[in-house]
């Protein structure tokens, strides 16, 4: 067997090859990216999707086909996908679906620290979650198997630590077994969720969690839910990367490792309670496990309210088991982040600033302009929210005020879920006009410059079809669509951005220049599409307009 150093991320990549995936799709969000990406140089079929419910939606219809397929996104990314996997619980799936979720406690790179292990509970789905690389690895199978016998799609939880720390994994020799062959069986009552299928489709999801939990208390799901005997005097309850932080912390103490986190093993827990003289539940983010084996009746201690916050550590873990209340000391600063100094939205944001802009702002590296020097962003909610926000704030401001508003997204963003917030500024348009500036940098710059579809390129960078923003934008009826270079010509911008403000038309401005740590990689693979055009010229002459043809 092979020994490799590998970051949780990667270790699920070389998991689902081994494991035999069909498919991986998904949108980049940190700490999840890698995975896909790492996928995809191992030679899996990967995918960016415009959006996490489109992932998702894909992901399902695959498995549908019998398929075994991986679905990615980080923990903000579960809630776009939220429609449609409450009911795929319903539906099931005929080969294998895994959604990775991945949390980030303490928001290294994220607007909250949401716990999505309340997801499964909320839906119904079984929720798998490792500690390090090499229970990724492993525990990926077991999450395969699991989503293969009880034909229900799987959240696979992992955390920012648990995603981007490296350490050994001893991988298999193989896949688990050869990958079904994909085909299409006709179950209406079963995909078909109107009223009248989705009432059973629930009884047997419910069905399906009684077994799952009894399972998960039994031999067979030993390597998932494991009590290690030692020091009676203290029993620690506890799951993913906070079993490291408390094995470390306590070492003489019993451990209760939890890995099935959803259905939760109540029954060993209640045995493992009654077998220590006391029973602490030490897990990373919301209470959780301890809420859960509280209103079952299980006496255990859990942490207070300030070691909700943030990620865990082993210092934190021995705060908690000592019950020490004191102030934590406040964590060292550091360097906060900053635009480039090249980055083309300073040109941007030094005009918002000057003409005292009321600035509806999104997710993206465009977010820094909320920060000194210029401190030009006044709402920051959600991915594609700017839009919304900015029509919102438009429509009952007083008109001097309502004038100043400008919604600014990117690139990125706006493919993933601006765009209905254009449609609706068509559909219900303020009295005053409102203007959208779309910061086109041509790649998915905060999550390390990933492909999306208005930049032409797949996830491994070849040629695909490109969305053409402005073409969009038109076709939704915006009156006024403008694409400027802010950086070649400054006083332009500005000018053309006091016009679009002082008029009642709408307008969307595309500010567009490559960022400056994609440039040099987007010229070589602009290179790479024209040779292949070259080496096949009626299929070059068809990607032309129409009206070029």
Avoid at 184 to 197: K, Q, Y
Avoid at 264 to 271: D, F, H, Q, S, V
Wanted: charged content about 20%; glycine content about 8%.
């Amino acid at each position: 067997m092979e020994r490799k150093l590998l970051s949780g991320d990667e270790a699920v990549a070389l998991a689902a090859m081994h494991a035999g995936i069909a498919l991986g799709t998904g949108y980049p969000g940190t700490p999840s990216t890698e995975i896909l990406e790492a996928f995809s140089e191992l030679g899996g079929r990967a995918q960016w999707a415009p959006n996490e419910k489109v992932a998702l939606e894909v992901g399902l219809g695959a498995a549908f086909a019998n398929a075994r397929t991986l679905v990615t996104m980080k923990h903000v990314g579960l809630n776009v996908a939220a429609d449609p996997l409450f009911t795929a619980a319903y539906t099931g799936v005929a080969g294998a679906l895994i959604v990775v979720t991945a949390d980030d406690p303490g928001m290294a790179s994220s607007q909250n620290e949401q716990d999505n292990r309340r997801y499964a509970v909320a839906a119904g789905l079984p929720c798998v979650e490792p500690a390090d690389s090499q229970e990724a690895y492993d525990f990926f199978f077991r999450a395969v198997e699991i989503s293969g016998r009880w034909h229900l799609p799987v959240l696979f939880r992992m955390t920012t630590r648990v995603c981007h720390s490296k350490s050994v994994v001893i991988a298999r020799d193989g896949a688990i077994a050869a990958p079904p062959a994909t085909h299409f069986e006709h179950d209406i009552s079963g995909r078909v969720m109107i009223p009248a299928n989705a009432r059973p489709a629930h009884r047997r999801l419910r069905a399906k969690l009684a077994e799952i939990a009894a399972w998960g208390e039994g031999p067979e799901a030993a390597d998932l839910n494991r009590v290690e005997p030692g020091d009676r005097s203290v029993g620690i309850v506890t799951a993913g990367v906070s079993y490291l932080h408390a094995a470390e912390a306590a070492p003489g103490a019993s451990f209760l490792k939890i890995g099935l986190v959803n259905p939760l093993p109540i029954e060993l827990a209640r045995a493992f309670a009654a077998g220590v003289e006391r029973t602490v539940v030490i897990e990373e983010g919301d209470p959780v496990i301890a809420d859960a084996l509280r209103a079952a009746g299980i006496a255990i201690e859990s942490k207070i309210e300030m070691f909700r916050f943030g990620e865990l550590d082993v210092a934190r873990a021995r705060r908690i088991l000592a019950g020490d209340t004191t102030p934590e000391p406040a964590p060292a600063r550091g360097k906060p982040p900053e635009l480039c100094p090249a980055c083309p939205y300073h040109t941007v944001y030094a005009a918002l600033q000057k003409h005292d802009c009321i600035v509806a702002g999104d997710i993206g590296c465009y977010t820094l302009g909320v920060l000194p020097p210029y401190r030009a962003m006044d709402t920051c909610v959600a991915m594609g929210a700017s839009i919304g926000v900015g029509l919102g704030l438009r429509h009952v401001l007083p008109e001097a005020e309502a004038r100043r508003v400008v919604s600014v997204i990117g690139d990125s963003t706006f493919v993933h879920s601006g765009i209905s917030g254009l449609v609706e500024m068509a559909y219900n348009p303020p009295s005053t006009g409102h203007v959208v500036l779309i910061l086109d940098n041509g790649t998915t710059a905060m999550t390390g410059q990933q492909e999306h579809p208005a930049t032409g390129r797949t996830l491994d960078h070849l040629p695909t079809g490109k969305l053409s923003i402005e073409g969009l934008a038109t076709a939704i009826g915006i009156g006024s669509v403008t694409v400027i270079d802010p950086y070649a010509d400054p006083e332009g911008f500005e000018r053309l951005l006091l016009d679009r403000l002082a008029s009642s038309e709408l307008s969307v401005i595309v500010a567009r220049r490559p960022c400056i740590l994609a440039a040099a990689d987007i010229r070589k693979w602009e290179q790479q599409a024209a040779a292949l055009r070259a080496q096949a010229p009626a299929q070059a002459a068809f990607d032309l307009p129409l009206e070029e043809r």
